[in-house]
């Protein structure tokens, strides 16, 4: 038979094991939730919002035991209210286990109220269903014939949240490269965790979703431009500087107009984020009549465009004090801005509980040192190069290769003649643990990598950057001591092979790396939002 006990903190991990394995079926019935809840973090954000809730007497969470003595579902007696007009309502989550579906155990009335069991047979839904969650609203009646529990029951959404209406997050990118996106699910992520159910959040492609032809068609473009270096180069350097920034804008605006006031009026907003360069003058100018808060989150780490700075935002976040002197440069005035880091999902933050557990999970060798090659999302710059090199000199480690969605390039590898231990993945979402589960990081300097490699601390080995908006990335990797620029794949390997062979210089570019790490960059430019909304106040 089951039965109940307390729920505590180390119950999180068997909760975030139980949520994603129900996630699917659950959605019916669940708020929308952000993708951080099924995750450990968000898991034990929810663990600990339900101890400090149990704490002041609003909940008594529980969890369900089954005869082996495992958690196998939850119960929460929560919003309770004491007193003559006692209260409270239940929502519990109950798995089919072992092919039957777990009947609830009898559960003990909350502190101060008076029921002796579980309200008989709540509705369950199909038999099919590895989990069902319910939600009961129970009003306790008192005593009826004998001590027994009179109990009404009616079906019900979920009675939590706040009682103020969500303040409402316009968060604007494209996908223009895979660092604006990230940057923006991270803050989303990070703002569900400092405030949960105090915002609405949406996401919009402005380029793809309202801005005229061809533009609208960057995010296809950018991929194939972003291959051509020099002329990548040649068109940020052009285009970099007061003037020219704004003569271009000028230019634009009459042909972007009614696309950026059109995007104001579909998305009402409290206040707007934006972690793009192209669409701050046109939208701030756009809502001259009727401006909205305006935040500015800059992805690029020291190299930053003209383009990215408008004096009429609110605040202006940037990573590194580097780009805090250009912003300054470009007009912003130094009390509008913010020194805090890029944005990076709360998952890098996470230590793998057992390294060589999860190496063997994947495979790999756990007696040799791994090096993680990475080209981004799209499996981007010479990366089948360096692969080969780093093959071609037998080094005594395991290498790992994402390719993206380079379904071309996996193929490719797949048909050399490895010399080496060697995984071969196309596009991932678990790179956090990829990173914390590897010794060192051989990448294109993109911003969010770099950070992401930073907060994980690996050295970092950079064999490509685009002219102009990353050559700043290499510089302040390099003058750090966390990594190394070997643009030639034989540089590449000669930087590999001196962190296999020698633990100890490996471990001080590992630490250069944590020292500049700012793994809490989200969670702060969260806080700073809500403070420009007046939530936390």
């Not at 109940?4 to 394995?21: F, K, M, N, S, T």
């Not at 809730?53 to 369900?64: D, H, R």
């Not at 609405?200 to 979703?209: A, G």
């Not at 490895?418 to 678990?430: A, Q, R």
Request: with cysteine; proline share 8%; charged share 25%.
């Amino acid at each position: 038979m089951s039965s109940l006990r307390p729920l505590h903190i180390g119950d999180v991990e068997r909760l975030a094991e139980l949520v994603v394995r129900s996630r699917e079926f659950l959605a019916p019935w669940e708020p929308v939730r952000p993708e951080s809840y099924f995750r450990l973090a968000g898991q034990r954000e929810a663990v600990a919002q339900s101890l400090k809730s149990a704490a002041s007497g609003l909940m008594e969470p529980f969890v369900i035991v089954d005869d082996d003595g495992e958690v196998a579902g939850w119960i929460n007696p929560n919003n309770i209210v004491r007193g003559p007009f006692q209260s409270a309502s239940i929502g519990p989550a109950l798995p089919r286990h072992r092919r039957r579906v777990l009947r609830p155990p009898p559960l003990p009335a909350p502190r101060g109220l008076s029921w002796g069991r579980f309200p008989t047979r709540p509705r369950f839904g199909p038999a099919s269903a590895s989990f069902v969650a319910t939600g009961l609203a129970v009003r306790c009646s008192g005593q009826t014939n004998g001590g027994a529990t009179g109990v009404q029951m009616s079906a019900t959404s979920d009675p939590e949240g706040p009682s103020e209406p969500r303040k409402r997050i316009l968060f604007l990118f494209s996908d223009t490269g895979g660092g604006h996106r990230s940057a923006t699910e991270a803050m989303i992520e990070a703002l569900d965790l400092e405030f949960p159910g105090q915002f609405e959040s949406t996401k919009v492609d402005f380029f793809r979703e309202y801005y005229p032809k061809p533009l609208k068609f960057a995010p296809e473009i950018y991929p194939p431009i972003s291959r051509v270096p020099q002329a990548w180069g040649l068109s940020f350097k052009v285009s970099d500087g007061k003037g020219r920034t704004k003569a271009v804008s000028e230019l634009a605006y009459p042909y972007l107009r009614r696309a950026a006031q059109r995007l104001v009026k579909e998305n009402p907003a409290d206040l707007i984020v934006s972690v793009h360069p192209l669409v701050n003058t046109t939208l701030m100018r756009a809502m001259r009549k009727s401006p909205r808060p305006y935040i500015t989150v800059v992805t690029d780490l020291v190299s930053t465009h003209a383009f990215w700075f408008d004096r009429r935002a609110d605040l202006v976040v940037v990573a590194t004090e580097e780009a805090k002197a250009k912003a300054i440069d470009y007009g912003i005035p130094e009390g509008n801005l913010r020194v805090i880091g890029l944005p990076v999902a709360d998952r890098f933050s996470e230590q793998l509980l057992d390294r060589d557990a999860w190496r063997e999970k994947q495979g790999w060798r756990t007696d040799l040192p791994v090096i993680l090659l990475v080209g981004g999302g799209d499996g981007m710059g010479p990366l089948k190069r360096v692969a080969k090199a780093i093959n071609e000199a037998r080094l005594s480690a395991t290498l790992v290769v994402i390719c993206g969605r380079n379904t071309e390039l996996r193929e490719d590898l797949e048909l050399l003649d490895w010399h080496m231990p060697v995984h071969l993945y196309g596009f991932t979402s678990n790179m956090p643990q990829f990173m914390a589960a590897s010794d060192m990081l051989v990448t294109k300097a993109g911003p969010g990598t770099i950070s992401e490699a930073f907060i994980s601390g690996l050295p970092l080995v950079l064999y490509a950057r685009l002219p102009g908006q990353e050559d700043g990335n290499v510089s302040y990797v390099v003058k750090e001591r966390a990594g190394v620029w070997a643009p030639r794949p034989r540089e590449v390997v000669e930087a590999v092979k001196r962190w296999v062979e020698d633990p100890g210089e490996r471990a001080r570019a590992a630490a250069a790396s944590r020292r500049v790490a700012k793994p809490k960059a989200a969670r702060s430019i969260a806080r700073l939002i809500a403070d420009q909304v007046g939530v936390g106040d």
